[in-house]
């Protein structure tokens, strides 16, 4: 994971190298994971502030939800903020090999000052680094949720299912968000939500309305808990629909 202004370099993986997924396959990874992590307590986020890690795809496919994610993120804070607020850290991938992630924002125009910097770039999908960051972060401070919103995935799925069960374990549950019907992107996605804990959520190309209720229900839950989702759900149907899939 890179900050600006150096990227990273690394192997991605080729379009199409897309695993059926097994999650048998990675029971040894998860049993080594939950070795290293049964001594480390993820510390919390300080008394009355979520902290939600925000990653998007910035290939160029996504150039119509980027503006609508720039668009509807003060959602997020304005839900959060009736709780208890809410701290952000946005983490994007384009190009071959460009994932970066921002300090950790507490700020709605801060955030959107940011997004609407970055320019989208070709490129094939890096999830596997979103979801280490997310992984690194827990450990080393505290995360309350991941959201991760795209269209596709071009990587091995049991190594992001492994990763997603990592996660799991530190209780960092993962909120999938898939733009479109593509099968494999959906099976993948709604895996990942699984084993993590999380879930999943579809929308429409260019349903502001859809993406907006999911966004506001995550980042209740990561201001408030389940008790925050469960309230909200009882007026918005994104709400109730995650609700009813996080453990």
């Not at 979801?131 to 080393?140: C, N, S, T």
């Not at 994104?238 to 453990?247: E, F, H, R, S």
């Amino acid at each position: 994971m890179s900050r600006d202004p150096t990227p990273p370099r690394s192997t991605v993986p080729r379009a199409g190298e897309a695993d059926r997924l097994t999650p048998s396959a990675t029971s040894d990874e998860i049993a080594a994971f939950v070795a290293r992590v049964k001594a480390v307590a993820p510390p919390q986020a300080a008394a009355g502030r979520g902290r939600l890690i925000f990653a998007l795809d910035a290939t160029m496919s996504r150039q119509p939800t980027w503006d609508l994610a720039c668009q509807l993120q003060a959602d997020m804070f304005r839900e959060a903020g009736a709780i208890g607020g809410l701290d952000v850290r946005l983490v994007y991938f384009r190009g071959l090999d460009e994932c970066r992630a921002s300090p950790w924002i507490a700020d709605t125009a801060q955030l959107s000052r940011l997004m609407s910097r970055i320019s989208i770039e070709g490129g094939h999908t890096q999830i596997r680094k979103v979801l280490a960051e997310a992984r690194r972060e827990a450990i080393a401070h505290g995360v309350r949720a991941l959201v991760f919103v795209g269209d596709a995935m071009e990587e091995n799925a049991d190594e992001l299912c492994a990763t997603a069960g990592e996660l799991g374990l530190l209780k960092v549950p993962v909120f999938m968000f898939q733009e479109g019907h593509d099968p494999l992107t959906e099976r993948t996605y709604r895996e990942i939500a699984r084993l993590s804990g999380g879930a999943y959520g579809r929308f429409d190309p260019g349903a502001a309305a859809q993406l907006r209720e999911l966004l506001r229900a995550v980042a209740a839950y990561a201001a408030g808990g389940r008790e925050a989702l469960q309230r909200l759900a009882q007026s918005t149907g994104g709400a109730a629909a995650l609700l009813a899939q996080i453990k």
